[in-house]
C-alpha cells in the first residue's frame, strides 16, 4: 500500500514540576529546602529517512505522543527528562500545519462549507534532515532555588510548562529531475524500466501504476539522473478526476517534463490533442508547471501510423524537442537518454 498523504496528531510531553521539599534527617532536622527539579518533556520531531519511501506507517498509528518529564523529588533530584518521539519520512515530504486541535476537530472542519485551513510550514527534502514538530515542555524549578538570607525556608516552586500538540497534514511529493507525464498505457512504466533498473508494473490497462516510481538513470563518466514515472493523467485530473492530485503533486519538485506521447494512437486518440490536453492539465493544476523546461517523447513508433502521425506532429511544433522511440523494442531510448544527460545529468559524487 502507498500512502503520498495523511493527516496525524502529535504531541509534546509537559514538563516536570518542581517540588516543594525539605531536608529533615536525624541529626539535620532543619537541613533547609532541597526540592528537586523537574525534567523535561519529550519533543516531537520528524526526521527523514532514507529507508522509508512513503506515509504507510502513519495510515496504522497516525499519532505521535511524547512523553512528559518526571517530577523532581527531595534530596534536589531531578526528575528525568523523556526521550524525544522520532517520526520517520520520506524525502520530499511537506508538512502542513492545520487549524484544527484535534483530529475530530479537522474531520469536520473537512465536512463543512469552509473546510480546513492548512499552513506549509517545513519542506523535508534531505535525507538526515530534522523538524521539531512539536516543542517539549521545560521542567519547573524546585524550591531550593529560592533559598535566601531572609527565605530559608521558601515553599514557591515551579510547574512544568506545557508543551505543543496539534493536527498536521502530511504530503509526500517525489524528488526526481525529470518526470514522466502522459495519458494511461502511453508507455511510461516500460520506459522507465528501460531507462534505469526500476521495475514498476506493467499492463495493457489503464491505470496499471497506481503510484509514482523513480527510477535511477546511469550515464558514461559516473553522471545520473532520477526519472519519475508518474500514473497516468486524465481529462480534468487538475479537478482530481481520476487520480488527479494524487499524482500530480509529484511532478511539481522536477526540473525537466517529459511528455509520453502515444503516436501510434492506438488507444483511438490524437497525439497533438494529447499533448494539448496534457499541457492544459498541468497548466491548470499549477501555473508554475508550465514554465518548466519539457521534452515530447514520441512513443509506439514501431505501430502502424506512427510516422505519419509524427511528421504531422513536427509540422505543428516545429521548434520543440521530439524523440521518436519505442519503448518496446528500445529504438530510441538512447537517444532519449542523452538527451536527460544533457539535461538534468550530474555527477555522482555532487548528489
Known amino acids: 500500500m502507498f500512502i503520498d498523504h495523511i493527516r496525524i496528531y502529535a504531541e509534546a510531553g509537559d514538563g516536570g514540576n518542581g517540588v516543594v521539599h525539605f531536608r529533615r534527617e536525624k541529626f539535620r532536622p532543619k ?20 529507508a522509508v519511501d512513503n506515509l504507510k506507517a502513519y495510515s496504522y498509528d497516525p499519532k505521535l505522543v511524547a512523553k ?25 515530504t511537506v508538512v502542513y500545519r492545520s487549524n484544527a486541535s484535534t ?13 480546513i485551513d492548512l499552513e506549509p510550514i517545513v519542506d523535508l527534502t534531505e535525507y538526515g534532515d530534522e523538524f521539531v514538530l512539536c516543542q517539549g515542555g521545560k521542567g519547573g524549578k524546585g524550591n531550593w532555588h ?22 498536521y497534514y502530511l504530503e509526500l511529493r517525489r524528488i526526481a529531475d525529470a518526470g514522466m507525464v502522459g495519458f494511461p498505457n502511453a508507455g511510461k512504466s516500460t520506459l522507465v524500466n528501460k531507462l534505469s533498473h526500476a521495475t514498476p508494473k506493467i499492463g495493457n490497462y489503464p491505470f496499471t501504476t497506481l503510484n509514482p516510481m523513480v527510477g535511477v538513470v546511469e550515464f558514461p563518466k559516473y553522471r545520473r539522473c532520477t526519472v519519475a514515472d508518474i ?30 506521447i502515444d503516436m501510434a494512437g ?39 501510423g506512427a510516422e505519419e502521425n509524427l511528421a504531422n506532429f513536427r509540422a505543428r511544433f516545429p521548434k520543440q524537442t521530439i524523440i521518436p522511440i519505442s519503448a518496446d523494442t528500445g529504438e530510441g531510448v538512447d537517444a532519449l537518454r542523452a538527451e536527460l544527460d544533457k539535461r538534468v545529468g550530474y555527477r555522482k559524487d555532487q548528489s
Open 31 to 50: 537541613g533547609g529546602p532541597d526540592g528537586g527539579d523537574g525534567g523535561d518533556g519529550g519533543s516531537v520531531i520528524l526526521r527523514v529517512d532514507p
Open 68 to 92: 512528559r518529564g518526571e517530577h523532581g523529588a527531595g534530596n534536589r533530584k531531578h526528575g528525568k527528562s523523556s526521550r524525544d518521539k522520532i517520526g520517520k519520512v520520506p524525502p520530499g
Open 103 to 115: 483530529v475530530s476537530e479537522a474531520v469536520e472542519l473537512e465536512r463543512g462549507e469552509e473546510g
Open 146 to 167: 529560592y533559598k535566601t538570607s531572609t527565605n530559608q525556608a521558601p515553599e514557591e516552586h515551579t510547574l512544568g510548562t506545557e508543551a505543543d500538540f496539534g493536527v
Open 231 to 260: 500514473p497516468g493523467l486524465i481529462e480534468g485530473a487538475h479537478e482530481n478526476r481520476g487520480l488527479g492530485h494524487e499524482f500530480l503533486r509529484h511532478i511539481t519538485r522536477c526540473k525537466l517534463l517529459l511528455f509520453v
Open 266 to 304: 492506438s488507444e483511438m486518440r490524437d497525439p497533438i490533442e494529447d499533448l494539448q490536453t496534457l499541457r492544459t492539465e498541468i497548466k491548470l493544476y499549477d501555473e508554475d508547471l508550465s514554465k518548466f523546461e519539457w521534452v515530447i517523447v514520441a512513443n509506439k513508433m514501431d505501430l502502424e
